[in-house]
């Protein structure tokens, strides 16, 4: 089975989910969630070009385990009607979730609105937050005719180091509503007797 390329930081604990729906192709029968896992990772995969860019980025933030990654997203979700999880209700499941019953104080941020890092950081301060924002990201993504080609890769270089940085994570407070939570959840190794998927729109609820 191909896998996931993988970065020096790489967790080789997982999440389990709740759900107990079993799926049969072929001669091969799973839980629903484990077959997307497998067809996943066998046709979407970062080519070379993309790990060598994407992968020093997240190694840069020394990320060590037990961590916790979180997702805020915003931008075009707010034209959807859909409104944003307010930063009380993230820093709430913070307080909650625990690695092997201690509070884990470093947090990955993945977001494609970086002004919401320093709304978490004036929230709570007993959290390190660290991220993949530089100072191009920092008023958030606006897509328009005008940006240019190297914006354009950059973003999404950005982008799939949070998905790395984000499936490696011990514990992932996501929402269910965007469809980056479901690639987290899909890229996550595949074994563990954790639970360790969370949505933050339904409290102590399990992806």
Known sequence: MLKFPSCRFWNSSSQK??????????????????????????VWQFRPWTRERACPMVAKLKLRHPYVSLLVRRGDKTRENT?????????EF???????GTLTR???????DCRSL??????????????LCGK????????????KKQNL??????????LLAMSASDIFLGD???????????MRPLSSTEKSVFTMRKASSVW
């Not at 191009?136 to 940006?147: F, H, I, N, V, Y």
């Not at 269910?176 to 899909?186: C, E, K, N, Q």
């Open 118 to 131: 320093s709304e978490l950081k004036q929230a709570s301060r007993r959290y390190t937050f660290k991220n």
């Open 106 to 112: 470093e947090v990955f941020v993945g977001t494609d």
């Open 136 to 147: 191009s990201w920092e008023l958030g993504w606006k897509q328009s005719p005008e940006l």
């Open 17 to 42: 989910f709740g759900s107990t729906e079993q799926i049969t192709i072929g001669s091969e029968t799973l839980p629903k969630h484990q077959m997307k896992q497998r067809f996943l990772r066998k």
């Open 153 to 162: 890769t950059d973003h999404y270089i950005k982008f799939f180091g949070e």
């Open 94 to 100: 913070l307080d909650a979730v625990t690695v092997n």
């Open 83 to 91: 409104q944003p999880i307010n930063v009380s209700t993230i820093v």
């Open 176 to 186: 269910h509503l965007s469809s980056v939570h479901h690639f987290v959840a899909y």
